[in-house]
């Protein structure tokens, strides 16, 4: 599915990483993969469990706009999630679903991929590393940026090695499957 734009929403409560991988995902296509890229936020006054939702834009070309307008791919990671962003899927829309979390969803929305991300998150060493399998899944699924450059970017991002170990761990988990 190579195209030349990419419109990406990341969508969950606060705590989950929307923001930090959106901004993962447009730091490695405009540093490493020579793109442009933009990226917004939408969260709540509280820090945690509240909506929050990022829009990633990735292209070959300037990007005028700052929102997803026609979403190529849609990560729900929380129940809450859903019914802000349901409106925003069409049939071709790519919905990456955290099974674990999200219950109440339509199956025939969307080509929908529904993944048990907080288990596997778990598994690899941190409930919070469910957005970096996401993140490796989106990639290896839809070529939108490399993954040297997925990798390149989680290294700059997480000095301490514990950390570092588990994203890169989870970014393959993602990527093993596609």
């Given at each position: 599915?190579?195209?030349?734009?990419?419109?990406?929403?990341?969508?969950?409560?606060?705590?989950?990483?929307?923001?930090?991988?959106?901004?993962?995902?447009?730091?490695?296509?405009?540093?490493?993969?020579?793109?442009?890229?933009?990226?917004?936020?939408?969260?709540?006054?509280?820090?945690?469990?509240?909506?929050?939702?990022?829009?990633?834009?990735?292209s070959d070309?300037?990007?005028?706009?700052?929102?997803?307008?026609?979403?190529?791919?849609?990560?729900?990671?929380?129940?809450?999630?859903?019914?802000?962003?349901?409106?925003?899927?069409?049939?071709?829309?790519?919905?990456?679903?955290?099974?674990?979390?999200?219950?109440?969803?339509?199956?025939?929305?969307?080509?929908?991929?529904?993944?048990?991300?907080?288990?596997?998150?778990?598994?690899?060493?941190?409930?919070?590393?469910?957005?970096?399998?996401?993140?490796?899944?989106?990639?290896?699924?839809?070529?939108?940026?490399?993954?040297?450059?997925?990798?390149?970017?989680?290294?700059?991002?997480?000095?301490n090695k514990?950390?570092y170990l588990?994203?890169?761990?989870?970014?393959?988990?993602?990527?093993?499957?596609?």
């Amino acid at each position: 599915m190579m195209k030349n734009t990419y419109e990406v929403i990341i969508s969950g409560i606060g705590g989950q990483g929307t923001v930090v991988s959106g901004a993962i995902l447009g730091e490695a296509a405009s540093s490493y993969d020579n793109k442009f890229a933009v990226m917004t936020c939408t969260y709540g006054t509280e820090a945690r469990g509240t909506f929050a939702k990022s829009d990633i834009l990735i292209s070959d070309n300037f990007i005028p706009y700052y929102e997803a307008l026609n979403p190529d791919i849609i990560l729900v990671l929380s129940d809450k999630a859903y019914p802000y962003i349901k409106n925003r899927i069409d049939k071709e829309t790519i919905v990456v679903i955290n099974s674990n979390e999200v219950k109440n969803y339509e199956k025939i929305l969307g080509k929908v991929y529904a993944l048990p991300l907080s288990e596997m998150a778990v598994k690899v060493g941190s409930l919070q590393a469910l957005n970096m399998i996401a993140l490796g899944f989106m990639v290896g699924l839809t070529q939108m940026i490399s993954r040297e450059a997925l990798i390149k970017t989680v290294e700059n991002k997480y000095k301490n090695k514990r950390d570092y170990l588990i994203n890169i761990k989870a970014i393959e988990e993602g990527w093993k499957m596609i």
